[in-house]
């Protein structure tokens, strides 16, 4: 089922976007992955970054600073949903 989907690249532009969200979003440590995969989906311009976890990633404090901090990168920012709110548009 998975076969033919592309694997992304771990690449300078998410390290260096890892490192900027890691300094600017104000998350919690415990939260270095989900920073990871905010710096993919933003790197690889995602339309939809897909997640369960809403204490992190899927929720409006952080989709706000993210929002901002891309605006002052001129960066394209991906919606973080959650399943349902996916399956409902």
């Known amino acids: 089922m998975v076969s033919g989907l592309t694997v992304l690249s771990l690449n300078d ?25 905010i710096a993919f989906a933003v790197s ?8 369960w976890n809403c204490a ?3 929720n409006g404090g952080v989709m706000r600073k993210l929002l901002d901090l891309n605006e ?3 960066r394209y920012t991906p919606l973080i949903v959650t399943p349902e709110e996916l399956l409902t548009q």
């Open 56 to 58: 992190h990633l899927a």
């Open 72 to 74: 002052f990168i001129n």
């Open 13 to 37: 532009d998410v390290r260096e976007l890892v490192h900027f969200y890691d300094s600017k979003l104000g998350l919690p440590k415990k939260a270095k992955t989900d920073i990871l995969h």
């Open 44 to 51: 690889y311009e995602m339309d939809y970054m897909l997640t």
